[in-house]
């Protein structure tokens, strides 16, 4: 099923789309051949499912949205450990690429190598999720709830974007663009969409090296290839956020209440 929502039977709608993203990713971690893989898949659908719960908030008691929202958190949690290796090792690919033979090559694949280890699944219980999903209380979704989750979503980008450049406040603005960019998909707002997923793409792959800086000595080599990589990447990030969120939230509020009811 497409990562979208109808209007026609919202409810319903959502349901199906967090049953099919979470029933995916049981599926994937059953007997898979490539673990890694199927853990980083399974966190991307876990992931989508926090951002689409979080669209469907206003419609539901706060109690009941915390208790599903901690579920989903939870499980993402347990299964980061086996992606988090197999993310630093890529990100030390992904370096290599920008390195101007500053840094020799074997000193890449010996750094590369402490990240490298044969990946085993976590205990995981995304298929009580998945079953867990008809019993969401959504009697009272509707347009103008889904417009407001994601008013509240675009808000909290935008004052995340305000905030100094530390590694931790890029991180969470990250966190809010990356629930923008799903949000964005499951309403169809294609060019929103597509420029919240390039931003957060850039301020993913900023936080991946700043979790590989912080594995390695200060002294390494790579660190000044890291921190000049990072700054490019901010600098791209800044650009487009300006664009992303150059609306008031009440712009951009009365900007989405035509795009919302175009949904079919």
């Given at each position: 099923m497409a990562y979208r929502l109808s209007l026609d039977d919202l409810a319903a709608s959502v349901k199906h789309v967090a049953g099919d993203q979470l029933g995916g990713a049981a599926a994937g971690l059953e007997d898979p051949r490539d673990p890694a893989e199927a853990v980083h898949d399974a966190r991307k659908r876990i992931k989508k499912t926090r951002?689409?719960?979080?669209?469907?908030?206003?419609?539901?008691?706060?109690?009941?949205?915390?208790?599903?929202?901690?579920?989903?958190?939870?499980?993402?949690?347990?299964?980061?450990?086996?992606?988090?290796?197999?993310?630093?090792?890529?990100?030390?690919?992904?370096?290599?690429?920008?390195n101007t033979r500053r840094v020799k090559r074997a000193h890449f694949m010996a750094v590369r190598g402490r990240f490298v280890a044969g990946a085993?699944?976590?205990?995981?219980r995304v298929d009580e999720l998945a079953r867990g999903v008809d019993h969401w209380p959504l009697g009272g979704i509707s347009s103008a709830t889904v417009r407001d989750a994601l008013t509240t979503t675009y808000r909290r980008g935008r004052k995340a974007a305000a905030k100094p450049p530390t590694t931790e406040n890029l991180h969470e603005w990250r966190k809010r663009v990356k629930d923008l960019w799903y949000q964005a998909r499951l309403l169809r707002?294609?060019?929103?969409?597509?420029?919240?997923?390039?931003?957060?793409?850039?301020?993913?792959?900023?936080?991946?090296?700043?979790?590989?800086?912080?594995?390695?000595?200060?002294?390494?080599?790579?660190?000044?290839?890291?921190?000049?990589?990072?700054?490019?990447?901010?600098?791209?990030?800044?650009?487009?956020g300006e664009r992303v969120f150059a609306d008031t939230p009440k712009a951009f509020r009365k900007r989405m209440r035509k795009r919302v009811r175009a949904v079919a």
């Amino acid at each position: 099923m497409a990562y979208r929502l109808s209007l026609d039977d919202l409810a319903a709608s959502v349901k199906h789309v967090a049953g099919d993203q979470l029933g995916g990713a049981a599926a994937g971690l059953e007997d898979p051949r490539d673990p890694a893989e199927a853990v980083h898949d399974a966190r991307k659908r876990i992931k989508k499912t926090r951002a689409l719960l979080r669209l469907a908030r206003p419609a539901m008691r706060a109690d009941a949205f915390r208790a599903y929202n901690r579920e989903l958190r939870d499980q993402g949690r347990a299964l980061s450990g086996t992606r988090d290796a197999d993310a630093l090792a890529e990100t030390v690919d992904e370096l290599a690429e920008h390195n101007t033979r500053r840094v020799k090559r074997a000193h890449f694949m010996a750094v590369r190598g402490r990240f490298v280890a044969g990946a085993e699944l976590p205990e995981h219980r995304v298929d009580e999720l998945a079953r867990g999903v008809d019993h969401w209380p959504l009697g009272g979704i509707s347009s103008a709830t889904v417009r407001d989750a994601l008013t509240t979503t675009y808000r909290r980008g935008r004052k995340a974007a305000a905030k100094p450049p530390t590694t931790e406040n890029l991180h969470e603005w990250r966190k809010r663009v990356k629930d923008l960019w799903y949000q964005a998909r499951l309403l169809r707002i294609k060019r929103l969409a597509r420029d919240a997923k390039v931003l957060s793409k850039l301020l993913g792959s900023d936080h991946d090296l700043a979790l590989l800086s912080s594995e390695l000595p200060p002294g390494d080599p790579l660190q000044p290839l890291i921190s000049d990589r990072r700054a490019d990447l901010q600098k791209q990030a800044r650009k487009l956020g300006e664009r992303v969120f150059a609306d008031t939230p009440k712009a951009f509020r009365k900007r989405m209440r035509k795009r919302v009811r175009a949904v079919a």
